[in-house]
């Protein structure tokens, strides 16, 4: 099946600070969603962008389909951002999400 | 619009006790799923359904079952529960409507079993 790789495993920051996190898949998707999972266990939509940018306020995501990669941008990251971002994709031939083993962001006051 | 919903929220048992853990949505998706998430670990897909009658096995079926008799309902059965069960499950729905499958997630089910 398809592999979803995330990097860095674990990341932590200052708050103000900017931060890029990597989705690496080994196949081509129908779909990528971005979530983020916060302390309580709650899984928020973030994005879903099997191409192209899409901004949200401080946060922005990139994927480029072709080289079967996508990147979630943080800007000026606040202690609200902590928790877990995962990212998630549909297999061209599949119709339900593989998840990737995610990001673990902790932001110091 | 409640969204995804899912019943209960936390959730004991001894093993071997069987038990169904509840879904709805309300947005006529025909697409549902459900995943474990364990820890430290990503959300892995138990069973789907792409449609009222129709279900199927995803990458860790074995101990569930599930069965899809309306649009807006898919419940899990634990049949005879193990500590192995011991997860958070989560519930999803989504409509392919021109191929778009982003899907939506309940807030979750902790389960533990003793």
């Known amino acids: 099946g398809i592999q979803v790789e995330q990097s860095p495993p674990d990341l932590i920051l200052q708050e103000g600070a900017n931060s890029t996190l990597r989705c690496n898949f080994s196949?081509?998707?129908?779909?990528l969603q971005w979530f983020h999972q916060n302390p309580w266990g709650q899984l928020i939509n973030l994005f879903y962008?099997?191409?192209g940018t899409k901004q949200n306020g401080r946060l922005s995501a990139t994927t480029v389909a072709t080289e079967r990669y996508s990147l979630l941008y943080i800007s000026s990251s606040q202690t609200t951002d902590s928790g877990v971002y995962f990212c998630?994709?549909?297999?061209?031939?599949?119709?339900?999400?593989?998840f990737g083993s995610g990001t673990q962001l902790t932001v110091l006051p | 619009n409640a969204g995804v919903t899912q019943t209960p929220k936390f959730q004991v048992l001894k093993t071997g006790q069987s038990m169904t853990l509840q879904c709805a949505q309300d947005?006529?998706?025909?697409?549902m799923s459900w995943y474990r998430q364990d820890p430290g670990m990503g959300l892995r897909l138990i069973h789907y359904?792409?449609?009222?009658?129709?279900?199927d096995q995803g990458e860790v079926p074995n101990g569930y079952n599930v069965s899809r008799s309306t649009t807006e309902d898919f419940p899990l059965r634990l049949l005879s529960a193990a500590p192995s069960q011991t997860s958070v499950y989560f519930c999803?729905?989504?409509?392919?409507?021109?191929?778009?499958?982003?899907?939506?997630f309940g807030p979750g089910t902790r389960l533990t079993v003793t």
């Open positions: 999803a729905s989504s409509s392919p409507g021109q191929g778009h499958y982003e899907q939506y």
């Open positions: 196949d081509s998707v129908n779909n």
């Open positions: 962008i099997p191409s």
């Open positions: 998630a994709v549909v297999p061209g031939s599949a119709r339900q999400l593989t």
């Open positions: 947005m006529n998706h025909e697409y």
């Open positions: 359904s792409v449609g009222a009658g129709i279900t």
